[in-house]
């Protein structure tokens, strides 16, 4: 999927390792439009899963209520960094980052989710009056 074709809305994240195997689907909520980019996980005191923010590269936690884990990935969804950002945090930017996934602080080892995994995420299809491509 494009970064054009992302839309807000709900999916699952899959994490395959370097040697392939699997873990479990992992509910996912996309953030795809600036406002619901800028509001993220804010005024949140917690999450179910995962969010996914794209098109993003960097990312901030003034305002959070938890600490988080935070995945940077490239445009192929491998990831290139994995950061656990305490609350007040200004995090630097990733000159590869295309997309960033959000979880509570803990999850992403959990999942397996480290540098060199590669996500993959199938976003639900929402009844909007148009046609699946």
């Known amino acids: ?6 839309r807000n809305g709900k999916g699952t994240l899959t994490v395959t390792d370097a040697q392939g195997g699997r873990e479990p689907e992992i509910p996912l909520r996309i953030a ?8 993220g996980l804010l005024k949140q005191d917690g999450i179910d899963g995962a969010l996914l923010i ?19 990935l490239d445009r192929k969804f491998r990831v290139i960094a994995v950061r656990t950002m305490k609350p007040g945090l200004l995090g630097l930017p990733r000159l590869r980052a295309r997309h960033v996934v959000e979880s509570e602080a803990g999850a ?11 996500v993959r995420i199938v976003q639900e299809e929402t009844d ?6």
């Open 108 to 118: 992403m080892e959990k999942w397996g989710l480290r540098p060199g995994a590669r």
């Open 32 to 39: 795809a439009s600036y406002r619901a980019r800028s509001r």
């Open 54 to 72: 794209t098109p993003c590269g960097s990312v901030h936690t003034f305002g959070m209520r938890f600490t988080i884990d935070v995945a940077y």
């Open 1 to 6: 999927m494009t970064m054009a074709q992302w």
């Open 128 to 133: 909007r009056g148009q046609g699946a491509s």
